[in-house]
């Protein structure tokens, strides 16, 4: 039994924590990430809880390194590090928290839906707008309308005096 491999231990460069499982997550339907790329770290959350709280460390803090992943094209990269980039840190590192819930299981679940969602969201591509003229109608009504103003703005004034 010597042959047997032994089980390789992954663990996070940014964290140290271990990685997630091999699972993939589906953002778009040419694009899936591996949750071998995440990494999750708890932490206490704050907020609610009374003596809970204080003792369980359920805020969930997901990690994915946008600059090295090996599941996405130069492409696709550099428009989330544009598109993310308040939300990205110096290496690459996209953080996303979430303690809504008092469970980490719930909490990784929620930070891991707001990942696929905030990435959808990035790399959903932007239909330029179509410049269209005004019609004819429209452009008749606006000069009426600049009219009564005008008229308007003209019985406000103080009427002259003939002398």
Do not use: W
């Not at 492409?75 to 308040?86: F, H, I």
């Amino acid at each position: 039994m010597e042959n047997a491999a032994a089980p390789v231990e992954r663990t996070c460069e940014h964290t140290g924590q271990p990685k997630m499982s091999n699972a993939s997550l589906y953002i778009t339907p040419s694009l899936s990430i591996p949750m071998s790329e995440l990494s999750v770290q708890f932490a206490r959350s704050g907020g609610k809880g009374g003596q809970h709280v204080n003792k369980v460390e359920t805020k969930a803090e997901l990690y994915f390194n946008i600059a090295a992943s090996p599941s996405l094209n130069d492409q696709t990269r550099t428009r989330l590090l544009k598109k993310l980039a308040s939300r990205v840190d110096s290496e690459g590192v996209l953080k996303i928290t979430a303690q809504e819930h008092r469970s980490q299981y719930r909490n990784r679940e929620e930070a891991t839906k707001k990942l696929v969602q905030m990435l959808q969201t990035a790399l959903k591509t932007e239909t330029p707008r179509r410049a269209t003229k005004p019609t004819k109608n429209s452009k008749e009504k606006r000069i009426e309308e600049k009219k009564q103003h005008s008229t308007r703005k003209l019985a406000r004034r103080k009427p002259m005096s003939e002398e």
